[in-house]
């Protein structure tokens, strides 16, 4: 065994038994070393075996799992072969774990304290005086401002971001020589995502602790890890230095991934990698990726490829890895641009607001009035006929709340919906005629949610068409299979149920089912969030593919600036339920942009080792909007004054339609970002 | 990474139900359960033909006669065959409580989905309303209902189906909010579906199972509630035979006569464990944890 | 924190105005009043007449329904239908019995239901768990009366071990009650040990299974400070509630067992009231009942509310 590896896993397999009675493999002959000092990333979608693989890597199997061959190492020891005490030794202590979810990782009846005392207790050969003090320095090491208060605050009175600063630090407490870190990010806002990454980067530089970097992010492996491993159905397809695996992947799924995600500095729409992976235990004798490959042969199909040195010495499990650059690895999909400043308008919002918050009966009989800030302000769009507006902004900023709102399902405390014949909209569902309703169709981010679960797939399509055209029978049938047909589903997905389809699948069905209505205008709410990149990436280039066909006006929300680059003809950035700038999405996306859409589109993680965020401004939850001024206050790095605190910014307009809302001219803010414009050099 | 099971394909609702039967009769439990409850139905169907004797006979001549030949179980008190009237004594309770589970599952089903989905003020009276009512105990309304109107069987089902309806109510609603904050629900009210189509369409379909579950909880209670009121003399009349009355009967004469109680006992015995093992053999299938539920 | 400890304070005093309310209409709308019970069925006329002029009964409900509830707030709780005691005074010796009962049961029954709970939701599916979580659902399912029966049979008429009934009076000393009170409080204890264990079981299982303890897990905290420090705070809390309808199920629902027993409970006197039909004292009784119904479940609540930090600190994030 090498001296200088920490980790070092030899040709593990496990698996679990099937229903069937068969032995199921998750992982599939894997090796993986992680030396002294350095970060290996672990990449791959759902259902992959990274996390087992981490896991299993503590020692740890979660229940049913069985280790079928192979070995464990942490330092000299196999995990797999220590006893209890020996296990709880080593775990927390020299090899410590960040979780994917914090918030829920963290146990809800101890305070941070507590937690973090008992890290140093079981770890630290402190005494116990002195774990006050080294609880703070932890707090303080992972970046938390004033750790006194956090120290008794129990876990769900942190932000996400606050939450996963406490479990670094707890596993810091140990002193580890090893960090695993499960997912790290997932779930944050990207400015939270890019100051959590930054810490890990520099807690590396400073401890020289390893690193096992597990997530389904490139744009997160990219920036701190040296070595790449991507997975594949549970096995390792490609590995190599991360730039060998990011700038010349030569395994055709890495390919595949990295022409499916969407990126800031390139317009295209990403293409999507057709089908799925197979199930565990379904790769049969060839090639696990066989059936999606763009250059596989008939030696893919009857024998298991090695892993063996390929390109640029990385290794590649495939046959073809010198044939694998004549697969594309950028996006390339042609985006439709349907938006034209002179159509005819499809929607207008007029000045809305919206309140969470329902006044008190005390407060009412006594007739105050409610002066906390409405959740949503302000908000007057105009949608033409064809476009789609993309609504980009952190969670909480109400992005969703705007589209419950226009679907009528949250009304409005002031403000209107005015359809662009000039028809106004009732704030209510209930007051709106089949007709309105008709006209605006939402889809849901989670189609497990939005989909009921006990009507199959005919009855869900069938709803719309029965109740806005009164079909029946045999023409009910038919526009229903059209409609599957039009989102690439065959009549025979008719009669299954949603849990018989994939995540991609459903997502297509509850797209069918809003098409069903021939709506003016489709509202879509994270519709992509919950879905692999690579089926994201397929939904994005449906989405696209009916907005030529139909001239369908959407609607898109996401918290993802690259999705939203990517099939917006317009962008409008919103923060804490304001607008803060709007316009074409090639003018948004560039200079000069209002301070807060700079703040976000510098955090944006590139599945690139050259593009490095840039942060501007503390990662702070805001759970509020002020009462008075520029909603962006409290973070901006812009910020003139006592102007910006007490009054509210101007919209200043730019050509093109492209406006901002802010007390910085225009001209100077784009002097001011033209200076340290860095983000899209070459595209912009 | 999940481990578990991949679902079972079901394509119709006939489909679904016979899966969960499957799904039930896999499990020890629900095999036991289910036997013992078809056992007791069956035998409550078929008992008047195969009794050996009448139920109402007498005979002064055997009173509290031994078990032997004759008498499997031997005589009561008045010397009528016990094995005669045990395997009769259960057919008026499954008949009340057979009419007055559904009856009750299905009011307080649809009031609780109704409150459910409606929510707001009026849900909140609602509630109020429920909670007053299960604050008293299930014996005080009964025996309030019964000692006025009597213990006919068409004041019986009315009143139980009435009480334990009630409960029924509080579980429905829990199930429709969890349901109704979700994502196809919010759908169906955007397209503009009808409070009632979203209730039949949306809501039924998926508060089915915790229904299900609910009812046959709610039978074997019923039950209990039933032989209890009999056992204190408030239930059937004489000579009707009733596992409650026999054993209340049987019971001053236990330290010489015991057989007296222990066929009741285990006829009675045995058709509410069948009952309770189907209930947790079906909540376990449907993925509903019966032991959350607060016992009302 | 106080704000919200006073809205549960209001609901329940409303749900318990409720309560009275319907209580009251019960027995309005039952047919006979306290001075038909009290004369008689055959009772007629002008005696009948005077009756009521006596006791008020014909003035309108509502104005009655007042008065009775405003008294009851002062704790007078009427006159017994025989016209002479107080149903306050006849009430107290039997809440003392009950209570006596309950404490018996519940000092048995909570710590047993609780260790049993975490043994088979620690040990899920190992045959220990098979074999508690198998008896459990026959002390749960089957009747009062029968186990009474069956364990009378045993105990006192075969093995002659201990008395069958209780003879003492219900105004005698606590001591006198014991042995007496035994296979009452065993039968109790039994019901109430399968309903709570079932619930920590699965609690337990529940917790074992969350994220934050996989995590504690893998944060190399020892088994047994992993159970107790991070699983059994969380684990138990749900307990709380099913503990306080217990309680409340013992000082008001055990009408069976007290009268298999002839134990002088509530139970047995709000039998014994309802046939003779005396009327007050149902009513009182009702009364009492859901009200401790009522303010157990209030104090479970604010119990919950302060042992689990998610709802003690209203300040939340999402």
Partial sequence: MNKSSIIEIRDISIGFTGRSGHTLPVLRNINLTVKRGETVGLVGESGSGKSTLALAAMGYLKRGLRILEGTCHFKDQNMFTLGRTELEKIRGGKLGLVPQNSGQSLTPTLRIGQQLTEALRLHSKLKSEQYHRRVLELLTQVRLPDPETVVVRFPHELSGGQQQRVAIAMALAGEPDALLLDEPTTGLDVTTQAHILELLRDLAADTGMAMLYVSHDLGAIAQVCDRVMVMYAGEVVLEGTTRQVLKAPSHPYARGLLASIPKLSDPHLPSALKGRPPAPGGAGNGCAFVERCGIASEICRSTRPSLASGPGNALVRCHHANLSNRLSMTPDGKKVCNADPNAEPAIYLDNLSIRYSKQSLINRLCGK????????????????????????????????????????????????????????????????????????????????????????????????????????????????????ELVRLGAHYLDRLPSQLSGGEKQRVAIARAFAAEPDLILCDEVTSALDVSVQAAVLNLLNELKQKQGTTYVFVSHDLAVVRALSDRVAVLYQGRLCEIGPAADVYSTP??????????????????????????????????????????RCPRKLGKICDTENPPWQQKENGHSICCHIAIEQLESMQFEEINIEPASA | MTVSATAIPQNSTLDHFSSILRDVLSRPSGAVGLFLVVFHIILALISPYIAPYDFKEMNSTMMLADPGINHWLGTDHLGRDVFSRTIQGGREAMLVTGIATPVAVIWGGMVGIFFGLVGGRLDEVMMRLVDAFLSLPWILKMLLLIVTFGTSILVLVPTLAFIYGIPVIRIARAATQDVVARDFVSAARARGNSRATIMRRELLPNVLDSLMVEGAMRWSWMLLAFSSLSFLGFGVSPP??????????????????PWGVLGPVIALSSLIIGINLTADALAKSLGIDRAQKATV | MLQILFRRLFLGFVTVVVVSMIIFAGVEILPGDACTAFLEREAKGLILESCREDLGLNRPAVERYFDWAWNALQGDLGISANGKDSIASLVGARLGNSLLLAVCALSIGVPLAI??????????????????????????????????????????????????????????????????????????????????????????????GS????????????????????????????????????????????????????????????????????????????????????????????????????????????
């Avoid at chain 3, 220990?128 to 002390?139: G, K, P, Q």
């Avoid at chain 3, 905290?221 to 992993?226: H, T």
């Avoid at chain 3, 046939?275 to 119904?293: E, H």
């Fill in chain 3, 115 to 208: 260790i049993l709970g975490i043994v088979t939701g620690l040990w899920r599916d190992k045959p220990i768990d098979l074999l508690i979580s198998t008896s459990v659902i026959f002390a749960m399912t089957i009747p009062e009366f029968v186990s009474s029966t069956v364990l009378i049979l045993v105990f006192s008429a075969w093995l002659g071990w201990l008395p069958g009934i209780v003879l003492t009076s219900a105004s005698a000393p606590i001591s006198e009650f014991f042995p007496e009170i035994i296979l009452p409080v065993v039968v109790l204890s039994m019901v109430m040990t399968a309903h709570i264990l079932r619930m920590v079981r699965s609690s337990v299982i529940e917790v074992m």
């Fill in chain 2, 240 to 257: 009707t035979p009733d596992w409650g009355l026999m054993i209340s009967d049987a019971r001053g004469f236990m330290s010489f006569a």
């Fill in chain 3, 211 to 318: 994220d934050y303890i996989q995590m504690a897990t893998l944060k190399g905290v020892p088994y047994w400070r992993m159970v107790f420090l991070h699983a059994l705070p969380n684990a138990l809390l749900p307990a709380i509630n099913i503990i306080a309808l217990t309680i409340a199920w013992l000082l008001g629902g055990v009408v069976v067992v007290e009268v298999v027993f002839n134990y002088p409970g509530l139970g047995r006197m709000m039998i014994d009231s309802i046939s003779d039909r005396d009327l007050p004292v149902v009513q009182a009784l009702a009364l009492i009942v859901a009200t401790v119904y009522v303010f157990v479940n209030l104090s479970a609540d604010m119990l919950t509310m302060i042992a689990n930090p998610r709802l003690r600190t209203l300040y939340t994030r999402k």
């Fill in chain 1, 593 to 634: 942009s209002h301070p807060y859409t700079e703040v976000l589109l510098n955090a944006v993680l590139e599945p690139d080792p050259d593009i490095r965020p840039k942060l501007t401004t503390d990662d702070v939850v805001e759970l509020a909007p002020p009462t008075q001024g520029c909603p962006f206050q409290r």
């Fill in chain 1, 369 to 484: 009035k409610d002066i906390s800030p409405a959740t949503v302000d302000n908000i007057s769009i105009t949608l033409t006929k064809g476009e789609t507006l993309g609504l980009v902004g952190e969670s909480g900023s109400g992005k969703s709340t705007i589209l419950k709102t226009v679907a009528g399902l949250l009304p409005p405390a002031n403000g209107s919906i005015v359809f662009g014949d000039g028809e106004n909209l009732p704030r209510e569902v209930e007051q709106r005629c089949p007709n309105h309703l008709r006209r605006i169709q939402l889809v849901f981010q989670n189609p497990d949610d939005s989909l009921n679960p006990r009507h199959t797939i005919a009855e869900i399509l069938e709803q719309p068409l029965k109740l806005y055209f009164s079909l029946t029978g045999q023409a009910l049938l038919e526009r229903s299979t059209e409609l599957l």
